[in-house]
């Protein structure tokens, strides 16, 4: 088992994170799945098993700094190197705030998930990943991010201070085979936790939101991985000012 490649996906749900799952397991690789809520998570892990891939659940609370490096090496003890992580949480509360309503206690309460956690594991993993010379990890954000939004700050101010390290990572790591990349979402995934949680009650989406598959931002994380010409992907895409 230990010989196979493996996709490390923190943050891990039914939208994305199976979606991902299914991609790279149909290439090959091995999945750990990393989430806090430990019944939905061992859920989706026997579905996936069912599928007949080969699949491992690692419950964690990704905002608990001081336990991302044990649960690295966690991963890597039961199904050896990570080849490929992603980092792609959603917290349930969402951490979107107008900008003239965000204060320093809001943005402290966003840090750990939006911005130091990623920034903790990419230091770990791509430590790892450089003296083995290969690897590569991917950040997935929102939209709001790249163009910043009204109505929309909080998280993606944080998300946007995460970008500028992971351009500037991909940029540092660039001699030593290891890939560092990004993602940002303009669009609700379907089938995702942040989906049912909009419909929910009866509820109907605002039609002039737009919809993403989950397949398609998987696409384009292994495209970033494998193919490695560019940082980051813009989803969906939108023309370049």
Request: aromatic fraction near 6%.
């Amino acid at each position: 088992m230990a010989d196979r490649k493996t996709i490390a996906i923190f943050g891990a749900g039914i939208g994305l994170g199976a979606s991902l799952a299914r991609h790279y397991g149909k290439q090959g690789y091995q999945v750990a799945l990393v989430a806090r809520h430990e019944g939905a998570l061992h859920e989706l892990t026997s579905k996936l098993k069912d599928e007949g891939l080969e699949v491992a659940a690692f419950p964690a609370d990704l905002t608990h700094l001081e336990g991302l490096p044990g649960l690295v090496d966690a991963i890597e003890m039961q199904l050896g190197a990570i080849d490929v992580a992603v980092y792609a949480p959603v917290p349930s509360e969402g951490g979107f705030v107008p900008a003239t309503q965000l204060d320093a206690a809001a943005v402290q309460e966003l840090v750990p998930i939006y911005t130091l956690a990623p920034i903790e594991l990419a230091y770990r993993l791509t430590t790892i990943m450089t003296q083995r010379g290969a690897g590569a990890i991917v950040v997935v954000g929102g939209l709001a991010a790249v163009r910043p939004m009204p109505g929309l700050s909080g998280a993606p101010a944080l998300m946007a201070a995460t970008r500028n390290y992971i351009h500037a990572l991909h940029g540092g790591l660039a001699p030593s085979g290891v890939f560092a990349g990004a993602i940002y979402i303009g669009a609700m995934i379907e089938g995702s936790t942040g989906m049912k949680v909009a419909t929910s009650g009866g509820r109907t989406i605002d039609p002039r939101l737009t919809t993403i598959s989950p397949d398609t931002v998987a696409e384009a994380i292994w495209r970033l991985t494998t193919e490695r010409t560019q940082v980051e992907a813009i989803l969906p895409a939108f023309p370049q000012s």
